[in-house]
């Protein structure tokens, strides 16, 4: 019988179309190459009882389960311990992950950077030779970050683990026939009230360093979602991506104002907008 697999894309910034995935085509076609082909996908968001919900259905009905997203050092990284809760197992530290992570981070290894070395008890790290903070498996289910040169660098470290059987070819859709599509669908749409949306985008700054600053925003401003989004480029750029999202228009922009305040705290050179490709 041919071994099935399912993804699931956890993070609100691929709902919301602040983020184009880039993930589905390289995981679909490099599972296709090693037999296990991708049967279904389902996009949630950070939601505790939506990802527990997700990967206790998925895991039971797929031979392999992979996710993106939500595993790095702020509020709004909560994976690890929903795949923990579904498994109904603790999510601990991991003892050579955190004394890995600590020699890297040095004085710098913070209670957020520290949430990265816990795992669900008896998971598997799955290696990251880009930024060292490692996913892991556990039973069938393999968890892994959003970025993109970071999941693809782990879905290779993964790929000799993995029981395969016949290999699959598969080919792309047509965006550009579906966009013409939804734009005629548009005016039909019964319209809600708009959201509202500031970014902005540093270099050289990381998740680590702006956790907690991050999350007590968040706490000042509860009806809005607050995102922290890294991004690592070929070219070797690299840096960190905060999105204040909402409907209240106002308190975004106050939102937006203090992120900014938070980088040039910590050290950075903020520049509104997505950080460029």
């Not at 308190?251 to 040039?264: F, G, M, P, R, S």
Request: overall charge neutral.
């Amino acid at each position: 019988m041919r071994r099935t697999a399912a993804l699931l894309l956890i993070g609100n910034e691929i709902l919301s179309g602040r983020t184009r995935d880039d993930n589905i085509q390289y995981l679909a076609t490099r599972l296709g190459e090693l037999g296990i082909p991708l049967r279904e996908i389902r996009v949630i968001p950070d939601i505790r009882e939506t990802i527990v919900a997700n990967v206790t259905d998925l895991r039971a009905r797929f031979d392999e389960v992979f996710t993106t997203g939500g595993i790095g050092p702020t509020h709004d990284d909560i994976t690890a311990p929903c795949v923990a809760e579904a498994f109904g197992v603790a999510w601990e530290f991991h003892p050579a992950t955190y004394d890995m992570l600590k020699e890297q981070f040095g004085a710098d290894f913070n209670p957020a950077r520290q949430r990265m070395a816990k795992l669900p008890r008896g998971a598997t790290p799955i290696p990251n030779p880009v930024s060292r903070a490692p996913g892991f498996s556990i039973g069938n289910v393999h968890v892994m970050a959003g970025v993109p040169v970071i999941m693809r660098a782990m879905l290779e470290a993964l790929a000799p683990t993995l029981k395969g059987g016949r290999k699959v070819l598969s080919v792309a859709g047509v965006p550009r026939i579906m966009r013409a599509m939804f734009e005629e669908l548009a005016p039909t749409l019964k319209q809600g009230a708009p959201v509202f949306s500031r970014t902005w985008h540093t270099l050289n700054l990381f998740e680590g360093t702006i956790a907690d600053g991050l999350e007590a925003i968040q706490n000042t401003y509860p009806q809005l979602d607050l995102g922290s989004y890294p991004f690592h480029r070929e070219d070797g750029r690299r840096g960190v991506a905060l999105v204040a999202k909402g409907q209240d228009k106002e308190a975004v922009e106050q939102a937006a104002h203090a992120i900014y305040t938070l980088l040039k705290e910590k050290g950075g050179a903020p520049l509104e907008g997505e950080p460029p490709p």
